[in-house]
């Protein structure tokens, strides 16, 4: 006998949803093999940023929240440090300040006033590689720069500082394609 909840599932899917609702279902897809992948069977992912976010919109007394705040940025640490070993102490700090809210680091984010669509970084990401590897067809080289201008330059300078991390340590090898897929993947979906 399947499962009533999958029935009821790709009865929605097949037969009642639109094109927006079809766009969810495949990132929710995309995102739950994803993390399949990364975490393996485990049916619950930590999650510190959403963790942190609920746990700091609960709190409204001011004077509390700093404490708070660090508490949450301790147990975001802990957990990054027992699903990822493998993360610097760098990368480690740039996941925690894009995952806490508030503080110093909401200003700063603020002041940037820009936030890249994840899959709009995801190409760039591609991109950038491809090129740095010099397996990037000269044609598309060619017509980024026509575009752009020094779109590498450009592309370096929009990376967030994790990205950058990550781009790095690849390009030196000092982390497999496998594993930088991997910590790429978990970094756009913080």
């Known amino acids: 006998m399947a499962d009533p909840e999958l029935v009821r599932c790709l009865d929605y899917i097949l037969n009642r949803s639109d094109e927006k609702s079809i766009e969810a279902?495949?990132?929710a897809v995309v995102r739950r093999r994803r993390e399949l992948s990364m975490f393996g069977g485990k049916t619950v992912i930590p999650n510190p940023g959403r963790l942190a976010k609920e746990m700091s919109s609960q709190i409204n007394m001011e004077g509390a929240m700093d404490g708070m705040r660090q508490s949450i940025?301790?147990?975001a640490i802990r957990i990054i440090k027992q699903e990822a070993p493998e993360l610097t102490e760098a990368q480690i700090e740039e996941l925690t300040r894009s995952w806490i809210p508030g503080g110093k680091?909401?200003?700063?984010?603020?002041?940037?006033?820009k936030k890249i669509p994840r899959n709009v970084l995801a190409s760039m990401i591609d991109q950038f590689v491809s090129f740095s590897l010099g397996n990037?067809?000269?044609e598309e080289d060619t017509a980024l720069r026509n575009e752009m201008g020094p779109?590498?330059?450009?592309?370096?300078?929009s990376f967030p500082q994790v990205i950058r991390l990550?781009?790095?340590d690849f390009l030196k090898g000092e982390i497999n394609e496998s594993d930088?897929?991997?910590r790429i993947g978990l970094a756009l979906s913080t």
């Open 73 to 75: 940025r301790d147990y």
């Open 166 to 168: 990550l781009i790095t």
């Open 136 to 138: 990037m067809e000269e």
């Open 105 to 113: 680091e909401k200003g700063k984010a603020a002041a940037d006033g």
């Open 25 to 27: 279902v495949a990132a």
């Open 180 to 182: 930088f897929n991997a």
């Open 151 to 157: 779109w590498p330059d450009k592309y370096w300078k």
